[in-house]
């Protein structure tokens, strides 16, 4: 098969992570008999710059004539004037919107050599293997009226949470299909004690469940999942929610693990191109010292294959290179204890690509 994959290396760290993903993307192609044909886009800051547009149309084309999208991250300093009129992130939630991105999944995997990084302890965190499912253009962050108000009683501010069946049925499906290929177990997250948009989540989820009779279901309030996630996080497989709880939920999430610098992400639509990136920043304050940690656009470049291009066995290949580089002790800065050797972004790039290789002999 040949497929296009636009890179979005944006801002920051950005252009240095991309580079090593696209190193491990390559060796992939080498390997698999699949090819790839890569292009480059402009987006966040480095598109103001350039086109005055943090998503220019031409970056928007390209992305839609691809058969996935690998963004790094935007932002800085340069571009973080609160009164500045056009912003970075402004082309982050505009790619989202465009491209009909609504489900948002944060793997969080807890691996056995990083596993002192946590700040939880050793026991309470072992085993975590979760993928937090959230809804990504609907709910409170979307829904109109929005806006400051006067009242009565001086300045206001309304805010709309808004819902209807169909974002949450195909919510509910990602979801679920997700879980089939899993351990089969869905929690879906609402707050049904107290809202109508969560009667009506829940209500949607439990027909869609009908659906799924193979997956074990349950309902968690929202509150006792923030509580779940920190007492027995390795109870959970897949977590399905609204917008707002999932940002919330999803950063709480990630904690588990304690390195910002290995987690990746994937956004999804009904079609293609579906859209990988870290869910980190563009880390402005180690750009250009060549000491970010790609792993987390590394393993965004795993998803990719498996969830953009239906790559599953290549997939494995890269998560399996990147775990053997960590359990072989290589470490870029973030990840290393005090006094522990560290190797520079390209060096750990160079070292995932090694064991690629491996592992596509072994194979
Ligand atoms: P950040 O994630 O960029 O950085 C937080 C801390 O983690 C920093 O100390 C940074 O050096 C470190 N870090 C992050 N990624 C790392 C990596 N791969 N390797 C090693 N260390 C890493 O968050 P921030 O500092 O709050 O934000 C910086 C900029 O990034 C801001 O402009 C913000 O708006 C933007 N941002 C963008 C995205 C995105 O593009 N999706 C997400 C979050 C923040």
């Known amino acids: 098969m040949h497929y296009t994959i636009t890179l979005l290396p944006g801002d920051g760290i950005g252009p240095e992570i991309i580079a090593e993903a696209r190193k491990v993307l390559e060796v992939v192609t080498r390997h698999s008999g699949h090819s790839i044909t890569f292009q480059e886009g402009l987006i966040g800051g480095i598109a103001i710059d350039e086109r005055g547009n943090p998503l220019p149309d031409e970056t928007l084309e390209m992305c839609r004539r691809s058969d996935a999208v690998l963004l790094a991250a935007v932002g800085g300093p340069r571009w973080s004037d609160p009164r500045a009129e056009v912003r970075p992130e402004q082309g982050l939630l505009k790619i989202r919107k465009e491209l009909g991105l609504f489900a948002n999944l944060r793997p969080v995997r807890v691996i056995p050599a990083l596993i002192s990084s946590s700040p939880l302890r050793p026991e309470v965190v072992e085993g975590v293997d979760l993928v937090i499912v959230r809804e990504l253009t609907g709910g409170l962050y979307f829904g109109q009226p929005q806006g400051r108000e006067q009242t009565p009683e001086g300045r206001g501010a309304v805010d709309t949470l808004r819902y209807n069946e169909r974002e949450i049925e195909r919510l509910m499906r990602v979801a679920f299909n997700l879980a089939r290929g899993r351990r089969r177990k869905l929690t879906s997250v609402d707050k049904a ?171």
């Open 193 to 363: 004690n107290v809202l109508a948009t969560s009667r009506l989540w829940r209500e949607v989820a439990h027909e869609v469940a009908s659906d799924y009779p193979d997956v074990a279901y349950e309902d968690v309030l929202v509150d006792a999942c923030a509580m779940y996630l920190i007492r027995r996080p390795a109870d959970f497989d897949v977590i399905a929610t609204e917008n707002m709880f999932g940002d919330i939920l999803s950063d709480e999430a990630s904690m588990l693990t304690g390195s910002l610098g290995m987690l990746p992400s994937a956004s999804l639509g009904e079609n293609r191109p579906a859209l990988f990136e870290p869910i980190h920043g563009s880390a402005p304050d180690i750009a250009g010292k060549g000491i970010a940690n790609p792993l987390a656009t590394i393993l965004s470049a795993a998803m990719l294959l498996r969830l953009g291009l239906g790559l599953d066995r290549e997939a494995d290949i890269v998560e399996r290179a990147a775990e053997a580089v960590l359990a072989a002790g290589h470490r870029t800065a973030d990840l290393a204890a005090p006094g522990q050797p560290t190797v520079s972004t390209r060096a750990m790039g160079d070292l995932v690509v090694e064991a690629c290789e491996k592992e596509f002999a072994n194979a």
